[in-house]
């Protein structure tokens, strides 16, 4: 059974920092890409940054240079450092998994709430 629990978000004022954690359990991690989303009330769900097998990284324009994402697959974790935090950035963070044979999976999902 996969399962994807992310941790680490809380209000924050605007331009502080949060570091987002989501551990993986159910699945070969180091063959997994690893991505994370964001969901803000009454919006789609959008891509944040995500990071393949290989450690090549792709990011959102509204979050590059201030977000970085890591993974430990000796840990099976994966991280969302997000600095210079901003009023917009106020969502429900997720963590999904992708596995080689076209599985997808989701975490629960984190808040994160930047106030001005």
Do not use: H
């Not at 840990?75 to 450092?81: R, T």
């Amino acid at each position: 059974q996969v399962r994807l629990v992310e941790s680490g978000g809380g209000l924050v004022q605007a331009g502080g920092s949060l570091r987002l954690s989501c551990a993986a359990s159910g699945i070969i991690f180091r063959f997994a890409s690893m991505g994370w989303y964001r969901q803000a009330p009454g919006k789609q769900r959008e891509m944040v940054a995500t990071m393949t097998t290989g450690g090549s990284t792709n990011y959102a324009d509204s979050v590059k240079g201030r977000f970085t994402i890591s993974r430990d697959n000796a840990e099976n974790m994966v991280y969302l450092q997000m600095n210079n935090l901003r009023p917009e950035d106020t969502a429900v963070y997720y963590c999904n998994a992708g596995t080689p044979i076209g599985g997808s999976y989701w975490g629960q999902g984190t808040q994160v709430t930047v106030s001005s």
